[in-house]
């Protein structure tokens, strides 16, 4: 089969799903293009050639330059057909969230979102997703001509394997958008996205209030990691929703993930569960979030958190 993977790009730099995805293809076995719309392309190429894309078609208009709901899913509904593609490949991300379904209703294509284990099968692709919450996984086999598959970040590895990456142009004359953005507007430059990142260190109500974040916000600046938060603080003000880890907010799979103040509701646990070790702080024993903890402190975060901080600087 062949798989046709769209490089999602964000403030003229490649997101790393981008990468995660072609290594998968890698893997895979099967040949693979990889599309690129908008943004810079010729150095975007450069960049996803390292990982081994050996093809990147690129999709330039003027109006293509920011994303554009509409105009990027009929690009890429256009280039599976002109291309041949049986498989899209994208990452679950805002992004794909929100492209997947509309490249999907399109090519009357069939869809499995975040996935955390892509196979083949002979001719068949088989998948795995979480499901209720994550409590359990569903194993799917979509049969429609077309497939539509988004790939939860973190999941697999980004792997180097450098390739000269043939790069082929296509000018889009007559884009029939409905809408154009016009404008973007952006949270904090340089801030580490808590999907993307390898180590999270999140707060929950426990911290009692966001005079005390300079704890968290402390803690994860010594592990390189990204700041999350539980629902509950960002209902109550304490922290913006693009830090929100759980059902309602970002699904997450870091290598470590440190739960500060968190009870452990199924909401926030859907977000974080695929983390590969998840360490726990809380002074309630019986805090939900201790049933998937590989490690699990029980007492007091604000006598814990200081100490770790003074380690982690004395160290």
């Known amino acids: 089969m062949k798989i046709l993977i769209y490089a999602e790009h964000k403030e003229g730099k490649l997101r790393k799903i981008a990468f995660e995805n072609i290594s998968l293809a890698k893997s ?25 894309a050996e093809k990147v078609i690129t999709f330039k208009n003027a109006a293509l330059a920011e994303y554009s709901p509409d105009g990027y899913a009929k690009v890429l509904a256009d280039a599976i057909k002109k291309q041949n593609a049986d ?7 805002s992004t794909g969230k ?14 499995a979102t975040d996935c955390t284990e892509v196979k083949v099968d002979g001719s068949d692709l088989i998948l795995k997703r979480p499901m ?27 792997v180097e394997a450098p390739a000269s990456a043939q790069l082929e142009s296509v000018d889009v004359y007559k884009p029939d958008f409905r809408s154009v953005v016009k404008e973007i507007i952006s949270g904090a430059k340089g801030k580490l996205d808590v999907t993307e990142a390898d180590i999270i260190v999140s707060g929950g109500r426990g911290m009692k209030g966001p005079e005390n974040w300079h704890l968290i916000e402390e803690l994860a600046s010594l592990f390189g990691a990204a700041n999350g938060a539980s629902r509950a603080a960002v209902d109550a003000g304490w922290r913006p929703h693009d830090e929100q880890v759980g059902q309602t907010g970002k699904t997450v799979s870091p290598t470590l993930y440190i739960a500060i103040g968190i009870s452990g509701a199924i909401q926030h646990l859907a977000g974080m569960s695929s983390s590969k070790y998840i360490v726990a702080i809380n002074k309630d024993p019986d805090a939900p979030i201790f049933k998937v903890a590989d490690y699990g402190i029980v007492a007091d975060l604000f006598e814990v958190v200081p100490r770790m901080i003074s380690e982690l600087k004395a160290a």
Do not use: C, H, W
């Not at 999907?104 to 869809?111: K, T, V």
């Open 28 to 52: 895979l076995g099967q040949p693979f293009e990889v599309a690129l719309i908008g943004g810079n392309a010729e150095s975007m190429a450069d960049v996803l050639g390292k990982y081994g």
């Open 87 to 93: 498989v899209l490949l994208m990452g679950a991300t």
């Open 132 to 158: 209720y919450a994550g409590k359990v996984k569903a194993t799917i086999k979509l049969t429609s001509p077309v497939k539509i598959v988004t790939v939860r970040p973190n999941v697999y590895q980004a």
């Open 98 to 111: 929100d492209l997947a379904p509309r490249v999907s209703a399109l090519l009357n294509a069939a869809m």
